[in-house]
């Protein structure tokens, strides 16, 4: 079956604009999360969405990055007035039902790069 | 300090060694550990969970040691393509992965 899409799978854009990414989770998915991964680095947890539980935003870096789920599929990462330091690569994953031992499947993610 | 820490490397190995890696997590309450692997330029796939008890899969051992907090991977006979970066997960009410430990596996 169709895996985690993300899209787009490149996006070049300039500082000060915002960009919004957008992750397909697998169909029946409840739990949805990103990631950010700088080059070279690991993954930095971002945001984590369990049904239609209030989200788990601690890992966002600062008010610039927002991030909705409607419908509890779907999921929009915003990050407002970009800045070089956000370039990375922005990965997408769900589970199942976002329990602890839940797999997470990732998309193939969402490569930004602020000039 | 981090939650998963990991020994970030490289290992750089001949084919056929045998290469461990170690990873501690901080949160006494975690329920569930993984051991994810990530090809460059890819996105993470599960390589394996590890249970209490420790588990293998062919040539991958997993264990974990609750009380000193830490999960192990070993990789016996190593192949050019277990060239890679591996990823300590550790789960609590979600999942939080370390920054992975670069592996190359070479002739």
């Known amino acids: 079956g169709a895996g985690v899409s993300q899209s787009p799978s490149n996006k070049v854009t300039e500082k000060g604009k915002d960009v919004e990414l957008r992750c397909d989770p697998i169909?029946?998915?409840?739990?949805l999360y990103w990631y950010r991964q700088s080059l070279g680095q690991g993954l930095e947890f971002l945001i984590y969405f369990q049904g239609n539980s209030a989200p788990d935003k601690s890992g966002l870096p600062s008010d610039r990055f927002s991030a909705e789920r409607t419908g509890g599929s779907v999921s929009t990462l915003t990050i407002q007035r970009t800045q070089q330091e956000d370039s990375a690569v922005y990965l997408c994953?769900?589970?199942?039902?976002?329990?602890?031992?839940?797999?997470?499947?990732f998309g193939p993610g969402t490569r930004l790069t602020v000039l | 300090r981090k939650e998963v820490e990991q020994d970030p490397g490289p290992f750089n190995v001949p084919e056929g060694a045998t290469v461990a890696f170690n990873c501690t997590y901080s949160?006494?309450?975690?329920?569930?550990f993984f051991w994810y692997r990530q090809d460059c330029r890819k996105e993470p796939k599960l390589l394996m969970s590890?249970?209490?008890s420790g588990n293998e899969d062919g040539r991958f051992t997993a264990q974990l040691n609750r009380a000193s907090q830490y999960i192990s991977l070993l990789i016996r006979d190593s192949k050019l393509s277990d060239s890679a970066t591996y990823l300590c997960v550790v789960g609590h009410n979600d999942m939080r992965f370390g920054a992975g430990t670069r592996l190359t596996v070479k002739p």
């Open positions: 949160n006494s309450a975690s329920q569930s």
């Open positions: 994953a769900s589970s199942l039902d976002g329990g602890a031992r839940d797999t997470q499947y």
């Open positions: 169909s029946g998915h409840t739990a």
């Open positions: 590890v249970y209490s």
